[in-house]
């Protein structure tokens, strides 16, 4: 047999039907579905007289839209069309009889959380979502990406996609990462090397022995960045910390069926000889705290660097570079420490699982807030919410002046009521600076958790290492 | 789905790289139900101002380009989320082909969905055509599905590569989901064998 990567194996054990010129169908195990790029497939599916194939396989639930304040319950707090489309998905999700976790219910939170959380995702899995940051399940060994809303309706009516294969990249990081440096760090760090487009045609498989030496919740942070670099999807081989975190997950196989998922799990990996389209490794110690300058994910650099020139810059990236540090109301040669910022955002499906929250609560404990700033968690999940309230987290962010809140998506996109105002400024553990992200005109510097702990007490960008 | 075939309309330039979703339809227009009526929305907050009164200098804003049906853009077009609205909203507007070096994917899919075409060139083919586009409306570009050609304004003649399922069903308006249930009995097959070898899933 040929040697495969671990993207090749999931691959091939998904092939449904495959056309001479190489399109492919590719069975879908877990269809992932949320209320803003859903309302009009299943509108399809209505007008088209279809059905669900497979609702056993769909798990729907709200967190673009929901608010993340404690008085949520009370819909006013939503605005009216946001309201619709959370009500559009708790009549599509009884009317086709799919799985849903309603906001009311404790394990609601952000799609990318829930789904690894109540084991629905697993390794050698085909993970889609109508969801750029679908990539997070890759953390699993699972093949897991974005699609639009026709692919929705087409993996609603057939369980299935269509599909042609794309390339394989590794991305290797070798030794150990400094203290300080994190997951969230390996991964700007990775975009600031390839572009935002350097993982277009590609499937990137993070390896190396930083990758092994995170945990889970750091593994879904690196692969959750995966589609800022532009690739279809971002995979890590599954290994005992997966099956760990799997095992006794509410949808995951008990007794023998565990024991045969295991086996099967245990055959997805790389093997040595692979063929690989494209290599990079990268020194784990060459990896820096790090944050964005600019508005793309891209225009990432170490706390300690300096706001840089758009003539540094080459082709059509020194006219962006320009628009950029306008747009950010930087200056050029600025020390990115001397940045002030007036927000702080903790949370999201890059950074709002239980680890994130403890590395930023090890920065804060003790230590307040800077004077007038807006400081706010937002849980990933209600069950990650839960169990940071259980460690005394939730004590520490509300001592140290940060606002405590309910699960979503919150500020990461503000299509709810977590906005910035214009020319508001944020250190935010999101996934994306892009202009008007966090609301219009609102500015965004993208971070870990402990670097956006650190600037919540300092009030301007900082070096996390000087806290600790 | 609306055909498409052959196209002979006005580019308008748009050289900024990695132009994302949020820019192309701005979130807060996500909260619809619907896939129609988006096109007054795109480019939003390059379009309009606060008030919104049209930012003057912007692309489409421009008397010579506001027929546009063509867009020339930098490089990695499309960045960012999954987001349909962002295709709908260009479709919705009029402009039904996107040409640059690099396009992201799921935007590049979503096109195929919705009647638009987008074309990959080399750097300086594109560059090329930015620069017949630069020349306003009298600058109609050509392109041709069928032929897999693009032409400038002055006759230059591009060949671009697309995919052969791609190109079929955009060239015929078919709808993917149909052409997938004619396979219903290759996934009733693989769901069987499947389940039979991962029960678990």
Known sequence: ?468 | MEKFDKLSGIAAPMPLVNIDTDMIIPKVFLKTIKRSGLGVNLFDEMRFDREGNEIADFVLNKPAYREASVLVAGDNFGCGSSREHAPWAIADFGIRCVISTSFADIFYNNCFKNGILPIILPEDQRDALMKDAEKGANARIEVDLEAQTVTSSDGEVYAFEVDSFKKHCLMNGLDDIGLTMEKAAAIDTFEAQASADRPWV
């Open chain 1, 1 to 468: 047999m040929s040697p495969k990567t671990l993207y090749d194996k999931i691959w091939d054990a998904h092939v449904a039907d495959e056309s001479a010129d190489g399109t492919c169908l590719l069975y879908i195990d877990r269809h992932l579905v949320h209320e803003v790029t859903s309302p009009q497939a299943f509108e399809g599916l209505r007008m088209s007289g279809r059905s669900v194939r497979a609702p056993d396989k769909t798990i729907a639930v709200p967190d673009h839209n929901v608010p993340t304040t404690l008085d949520r319950a009370n819909a006013e707090t939503m605005t009216e069309d946001s309201r619709i489309q959370v009500e559009a998905l708790d009549t599509n999700a009884k009317e086709f009889g799919i799985h849903y976790y309603p906001v009311s219910d404790v394990r609601q939170g952000i799609v990318h959380i829930v789904g690894p959380e109540q084991g629905w995702t697993l390794p050698g899995m085909t993970v889609v979502c109508g969801d750029s940051h679908t990539a997070t399940h890759g953390a699993f060994g699972a093949l897991a990406h974005g699609i639009g809303t026709s692919e929705v309706e087409h993996v609603l009516a057939t369980q299935t996609l269509i599909q042609k294969k794309s390339k394989n990249f590794k991305v290797e990081i070798t030794g150990k990462l400094n203290p300080g440096v994190t997951a969230k760090d390996i991964t700007m760090h990775i975009i600031g090397e390839t572009g935002t487009a350097g993982g277009t045609g590609y499937v990137i498989e993070y390896c190396g022995e930083a990758i092994r030496d995170l945990s889970m919740e750091g593994r879904m942070t690196v692969c959750n960045m995966a589609i800022e670099g532009g690739a279809r999807a971002g995979l890590i081989a599954p290994d005992e910390k997966t099956f760990a975190y799997c095992k006794g997950r509410p949808n995951a196989p008990t007794g023998a069926e565990w024991d045969k998922a295991q086996a099967w799990w245990e055959t997805l990996f790389s093997d040595g000889d692979a063929h690989w389209d494209l290599e990079l490794t990268i020194k784990a110690e060459d990896i820096a705290p790090s944050v964005t300058w600019g508005t793309s994910p891209e225009d990432v650099l170490p706390i300690t660097a300096l706001v840089p020139a758009p003539e540094s810059f080459k082709g059509g990236k020194v006219d962006a570079a320009a628009r950029s540090i306008e747009y950010m109301g930087l200056t050029a040669g600025q020390k990115l420490t001397d940045i002030e910022i007036d927000t702080v955002f903790i949370g999201s499906c890059t950074n709002g699982r239980i680890e994130d929250l403890r590395a930023a609560a090890a920065i804060l404990k003790g230590k307040k807030v800077k004077d007038g700033m807006r400081a706010m968690v937002v849980p990933g999940s209600g069950l990650v919410r839960a169990q940071a309230e259980e460690e005394g987290l939730a004590d520490i962010f509300k001592d140290a002046g940060f606002e405590w809140r309910m699960a979503g998506c919150s500020m990461c996109l503000a299509m709810n009521p977590d906005q910035l105002a214009e020319g508001e400024r944020c250190a935010s553990t999101s996934n994306r600076n892009f202009e008007g992200r966090q609301g219009y005109k609102g500015r965004t510097h993208l971070v870990s958790p402990g670097m956006a702990a650190a600037a919540a007490i300092t009030g301007h960008l900082t070096d996390v290492r000087e806290l600790m």
